[in-house]
């Protein structure tokens, strides 16, 4: 997983997950309490409620991206970015400043004039919104959109998604962003559920991961709660996102996503990465819990002979087993890279290998047990 340095803040596995507050110079937008368009009231919200809370980074909009609003021009957008300016340089607190944009000529001015990074919700669909972020050496996040400077993030299925992240390339410190939201009517509260449920295997792109779920739809139709009562979800899924690998989280609460955040970064499981003397050689434990995140790192180096069953193991239970099934297991399972545990009292058996090496057992067994063993393992591939 790279690193990337966003003017001298560091954003990868080995930092502390990471804060974006959110400011809005566009009355459309829909969290009022962050939306500005006097630069001095600008100025004090980002340094009491957001540098002031606690955000290492404060990510300035021009206008919103709700799909039912018409679409600001990179000049409409340049009228506005002199009260985005003025703000910066009105705040006595230090943060890294990012501007929301998906135009390449608002990013260049905005990037000469004292922003630090880009917040780029088209995904570089503007071709050379990538180029002005690599002259100027900034982290841009990068949010999954089609390739429509019109209509950002319209995007349903994770695998799209996935694919949509690397259009018109990734700079060395772009930060991925997959797009929760009813950014268009086709995509589903489902879409972004299963988008967060699947959220691990965009950390196979190996670039450091941005996500915006704060009072999202999808959760809080979890909860069936309204926006102003939505705090308490956000918080619960922020520590989950960490937990599967986000380094950014966007966020209009940011002393409490901070503290979830934390909590999220304190129980993730520590994944190894070790450096060999001289450096030469380095491994990393890769963060995979299921077949299809497997995938996704064999993909990246587009080796199609890899067999990524093997690289995930599984310990499954089974109960209410016959004795003659039992011992169909025991039959089955020399030479293989399996164990089986039994206890005879209950017929219950715990069955432990990898993906593979269970799923090549189901072909030589008998139904039922075939059958079930099949499923559970058509279950963890999760496609």
């Given at each position: ?5 966003a003017?001298g803040?560091?954003i990868g ?6 804060i ?8 459309k ?8 368009n ?12 957001l540098?002031g809370q606690g ?9 919103s991206a709700?799909k039912?609003f018409e679409?600001?021009s990179?000049?409409?957008e340049l009228d506005?970015l002199?009260?985005a300016?003025?703000?910066?340089e009105?705040?006595s607190?230090?943060a ?8 390449h ?11 630090d ?5 088209c995904?570089?669909?503007?071709p050379k ?5 690599a002259?100027y050496?900034v ?9 429509d ?6 995007i349903?299925?994770?695998?799209d998604?996935y694919d949509?992240l690397?259009q018109n390339g ?11 939201g ?8 489902a879409?972004?559920?299963e ?9 196979a ?6 996500v ?5 739809n999808?959760l809080?139709?979890?909860?069936a ?15 989950m996102?960490?937990?599967r690998?986000?380094?950014?989280i966007?966020t ?12 999220g ?9 070790i ?6 050689i ?7 819990t299921t077949?299809?995140?497997a ?8 080796d ?6 093997w690289?995930v ?9 016959s004795?003659n ?7 089955r399972?020399a ?6 545990a ?5 017929g ?9 090496a269970?799923?090549?057992?189901t072909?030589?067994?008998?139904p039922?047990?075939?059958?079930v063993?099949?499923?559970?393992v ?6």
């Open positions: 997983m790279r690193t990337v340095d003017a803040l560091k596995d080995e930092y502390p997950p990471r974006m507050g959110v400011l809005n110079v566009s009355q937008s829909p969290y009022k309490p962050s939306v500005f006097s630069a001095d009231e600008a100025a004090a919200y980002v340094d009491e409620e540098i955000a290492d980074i404060v990510d300035i909009g021009l206008e709700n039912r679409v600001l990179a000049e409409e506005r002199d009260t300016l003025e703000t910066i009105s705040v607190g230090d890294i400043y990012s501007i929301e944009t998906r135009y000529e608002v990013a260049d001015k905005a990037l000469a004039e004292g922003f990074m880009v917040n780029d919700i995904g570089f669909a503007d919104m990538p180029e002005v972020c002259d050496d982290a841009v996040g990068k949010m999954a959109s089609p390739p400077l019109e209509r950002p993030g319209a349903e299925s994770v695998d998604i949509a690397f990734l700079t060395e410190k772009t930060l991925i962003d997959p797009a929760f009813g950014w268009s009517e086709d995509k589903t509260l879409d972004d559920r988008t967060f449920d699947r959220l691990r295997e965009f950390r792109i190996g670039q450091p991961i941005l915006s779920i704060n009072r999202k999808f809080r139709d979890v909860a709660r309204e926006t102003e009562e939505a705090l308490p979800v956000s918080l619960a899924a922020t520590s996102a960490v937990e690998g986000a380094h950014i966007r209009h609460d940011v002393s409490e996503t901070q503290d979830a955040a934390l909590i970064e304190e129980f993730t499981r520590e994944r190894a990465a450096t060999g003397p001289d450096e030469s380095s491994v990393e434990a890769l963060d995979i077949l299809t995140e995938a996704r790192h064999v993909d990246r180096l587009g199609s002979t890899a067999e990524t069953g690289a193991s599984r310990l499954y239970e089974l109960r209410g087993l004795q099934e039992r011992k169909q297991l025991n039959d399972i030479g293989e890279p399996l164990t089986v039994v206890d005879d009292a209950t219950t058996v715990l069955l432990g290998g990898p993906v593979a269970i799923d090549n057992l072909e030589q067994l008998a039922p047990l075939a059958d063993l099949t499923a559970a058509e279950h963890e591939r999760r496609v």
